[in-house]
T-cell receptor
Framework: KQEVTQIPAALSVPEGENLVLNCSFT??????LQWFRQDPGKGLTSLLL?????REQTSGRLNASLDKSSGRSTLYIAASQPGDSATYLC????????????FGPGTRLSVLP | EAQVTQNPRYLITVTGKKLTVTCSQN?????MSWYRQDPGLGLRQIYY???????DKGDVPEGYKVSRKEKRNFPLILESPSPNQTSLYFC???????????????FGSGTRLTVV
């Protein structure tokens, strides 16, 4: 059974730092991996989607990498800002058609001014 | 604008009073799903649907019903709500075009339900 973990569970950094969030999954048989952002009590906003054939995706200050064989993805946030404070979740889509997305528990990020 | 729309955003109700939370998507997605999110427990899947008239249980289906009579709509029904169903609920959808290989999830904004 696919399991997704995220380390660390919480992270607090001063504004301006570059940071890395980690996502690990146990089964490398995936179609894709998606990173989401969630503000407290709000919905999930998709940040980046990496297909299994890709190694990375970039959007602005965000860069997500995928190493499917080792079951790892990282989300790199450059020059962090207080507005980046949120919970970041990763989710994998298994390549067994009909299987549901599997979510990690999230990393709660606080960027201090 | 491509989106998943949930209604209502907030709902307070009493134990035992039937309620329905609506979910609609305008992207012609085949796959739709309901989740609940509770502190410390993460996202847990309630029900999902692969297409019209095809629904299946997720991890926590007890106390919930769903229907998929039309492709765009996937309502969540609580026949007799109880306080332990107080939670934040999300609807999500995805295409299954090309088996969904190159596509991710789109989430609704959430429904905060309180059962007293």
């Amino acid at each position: 059974k696919q399991e997704v973990t995220q380390i660390p569970a919480a992270l607090s950094v001063p504004e301006g730092e570059n940071l890395v969030l980690n996502c690990s999954f146990t089964d490398s048989a995936i179609y894709n991996l998606q990173w989401f952002r969630q503000d407290p009590g709000k919905g999930l906003t998709s940040l980046l989607l990496i297909q299994s054939s890709q190694r990375e995706q970039t959007s602005g200050r965000l860069n997500a990498s995928l190493d499917k064989s080792s079951g790892r993805s990282t989300l790199y946030i450059a020059a962090s800002q207080p507005g980046d404070s949120a919970t970041y979740l990763c989710a994998v889509r298994p390549d067994n058609y009909g299987q549901n997305f599997v979510f990690g528990p999230g990393t709660r990020l606080s960027v201090l001014p | 604008e491509a989106q998943v729309t949930q209604n209502p955003r907030y709902l307070i109700t009493v134990t035992g009073k039937k309620l329905t939370v609506t979910c609609s998507q305008n992207m012609n997605h085949e796959y739709m799903s309901w989740y609940r999110q509770d502190p410390g427990l993460g996202l847990r899947q309630i029900y999902y649907s692969m297409n019209v008239e095809v629904t299946d249980k997720g991890d926590v289906p007890e106390g919930y019903k769903v229907s998929r009579k039309e492709k765009r709509n996937f309502p969540l029904i609580l026949e007799s709500p109880s306080p332990n169903q107080t939670s934040l609920y999300f609807c999500a959808s995805s295409t299954l075009r090309d088996r969904g290989k190159n596509y991710g999830y789109t989430f609704g904004s959430g429904t905060r339900l309180t059962v007293v």
